[in-house]
Each structure stands twice: as structure tokens, then as C-alpha cells.
């Protein structure tokens, strides 16, 4: 049988302090984890998608000279 949040809470609130940390910090990781696995799908799509751009000649390269230059304007 399934315990209720409440009852693991209970239970986890009886083990010492660095335990206590540890199973703080294992679900928190796993989260990161999954979300920086989607990120990372994300920005891999995006990149692809850009070097194809340039690629095919759809966009130009700015100089980075060029690039520091505007942000120094603004």
C-alpha cells in the first residue's frame, strides 16, 4: 500500500540532519536533470537550425567587431 505524502514526510523528518539533506537534494537533481536534458534538445535544434540558415546563405555573419561596436552604442 502507497503511503500518503504526509506519512514519508513524517518519516523522513526522523532521520538526521544530513540524511534529511540528502533526500532533500536527490528529487531537486532529478528535476534539473530532466529539465536540462529538454534545454539542451532546445538549443540543439536551434543551433542546427541557424548553422543551416547561414548555410544556405539566408543570413550573414556579422563581424564580432562589428557586434561589440552596436553594444557599445546602446
Known sequence: MARSARELFDEAMRLDPQERATLMRRPIEALDAETERGVEDAW?????????????????????????ARLYRR
Not at 52 to 64: H, K, L, M, N
Request: proline share 4%.
Open 44 to 68: 540543439r535544434v536551434e543551433t542546427e537550425r541557424r548553422m543551416a540558415q547561414f548555410d544556405f546563405g539566408s543570413v550573414q555573419a556579422i563581424p564580432w567587431d562589428e557586434v561589440k
